[in-house]
């Protein structure tokens, strides 16, 4: 069955959409803190988080876009870490906010480990 393109849209890319829109709102806030839980590189828990659900709508996304399920996983991964670092960059240009080697590590992480088990959920499904 072939879906028309809005449904194709809605169902496939603007997951994707929403959720590049969500951070780059986020990373907009100026001043933005998280309160202190006493752990550890903390605040690179969120990072982590984004950019995992980030890559897996970028995947479902690309399942549309691509036949190659080699290039689904590879530009999907590729756009989220591009997406990352533009957004550490764009962050430089906010009041109160800097860009961080370890916000994009953290995103990056997050992207792979997404990679990793969405391809290893894929070879073993029934």
Same mark, same amino acid.
Request: hydrophobic share 50%; glycine share 4%.
């Given at each position: 069955?072939?879906?028309k393109?809005?449904?194709?849209?809605?169902?496939?890319?603007?997951?994707? *959409?929403?959720?590049? *829109?969500?951070i *780059?709102?986020? #990373?907009?806030?100026?001043?933005?803190?998280?309160?202190?839980?006493?752990?550890?590189?903390?605040?690179?828990?969120?990072?982590?988080?984004?950019?995992?659900?980030?890559?897996?709508?970028?995947?479902?996304?690309? #399942? &549309?876009?691509?036949? #190659?399920v080699? &290039?689904?996983?590879?530009?999907?991964?590729?756009?989220?870490?591009?997406?990352?670092?533009?957004?550490?960059?764009?962050q430089?240009?906010?009041?109160?906010?800097y860009?961080?080697l370890?916000?994009?590590?953290?995103?990056?992480?997050?992207?792979?480990?997404?990679?990793?088990?969405?391809?290893?959920? &894929?070879?073993?499904?029934?």
């Amino acid at each position: 069955m072939k879906h028309k393109p809005e449904l194709i849209f809605l169902k496939f890319h603007l997951p994707a *959409l929403i959720m590049a *829109l969500v951070i *780059l709102t986020l #990373s907009s806030i100026p001043n933005l803190t998280l309160p202190d839980a006493g752990i550890d590189f903390e605040d690179k828990i969120p990072h982590f988080i984004e950019y995992f659900i980030f890559y897996m709508f970028l995947l479902r996304s690309a #399942s &549309k876009l691509f036949k #190659s399920v080699k &290039k689904r996983y590879l530009y999907s991964f590729l756009f989220a870490v591009a997406f990352a670092g533009i957004d550490e960059i764009h962050q430089m240009f906010i009041s109160g906010r800097y860009s961080e080697l370890f916000d994009f590590i953290a995103d990056t992480a997050g992207s792979a480990l997404s990679m990793t088990l969405m391809a290893v959920f &894929k070879r073993y499904s029934v």
